[in-house]
């Protein structure tokens, strides 16, 4: 069976990374789009109150496919919330995942994004990796999140990434040859004791 790329993208630069990972993955591709306009108010309210705005994306069977994989922007350490309502609706669907982001590269967000989709879905992610805009940025806008989240990166860009896009291929698809270097911020899988958060009940 194939895999699936499931992208929600309010700038560009996660639709740009996950028809990236279409092309390389020769796999559907499905965009989670919201059914209202968005503005830094409504992100915002969705972020504090932790809503789920309303979307739509096309009829698809996602249990038909072997692995999916989840592709949106990261907001105040948090999934973008669009798809955040696309996996709560979609959990029983789903076949085995894994999430991928064009972001500004926090440290820690990785194991903050497995925590929150072990909540949505009840299941663990095959991998959470996060892709760093700060790296497409100049030296002196670096680590300034207003520059991080104000750019929109190019399709050429992303081959800055090359290496840690195909490093998150291969431990998708094990089968894969790898080539560039390893990317230092992707998360494993580990024991499910390891995910439980301090003083959560086993």
């Avoid at 996996?87 to 982001?101: G, V």
């Amino acid at each position: 069976m194939k895999h699936v790329v499931i992208y929600y993208s309010q700038t560009g630069n996660n639709k740009q990374l996950a028809h990236d990972l279409q092309r390389r993955l020769d796999c559907d591709c499905v965009e989670v789009r919201e059914t209202r306009k968005r503005t830094r108010f409504t992100t915002l309210l969705d972020i504090l109150l932790d809503r789920k705005p309303g979307v739509t994306w096309p009829g698809c069977d996602f249990s038909a496919y072997s692995k999916a994989v989840l592709v949106a922007p990261i907001w105040a350490g948090r999934i973008a919330t669009p798809l955040a309502s696309f996996i709560a609706r979609e959990k029983d669907n789903l076949p085995d995942f894994a999430f991928l982001s064009l972001c500004a590269g926090l440290r820690g967000q990785p194991c903050q994004i497995a925590h929150e989709l072990m909540h949505l879905t009840g299941r663990t992610p095959e991998l959470v990796e996060q892709l760093n805009v700060n790296d497409l940025l100049p030296p002196e806008r670096r680590n300034k999140g207003r520059h991080a989240l104000a750019y929109r990166a190019s399709a050429r860009e992303l081959l800055m990434y090359e290496g840690e896009i195909e490093h998150f291929l291969r431990l998708l698809e094990p089968a894969r040859v790898i080539s560039g270097t390893p990317s230092q911020a992707c998360w494993h899988r580990p024991a499910a004791s390891a995910l439980r958060s301090p003083g959560a009940p086993a």
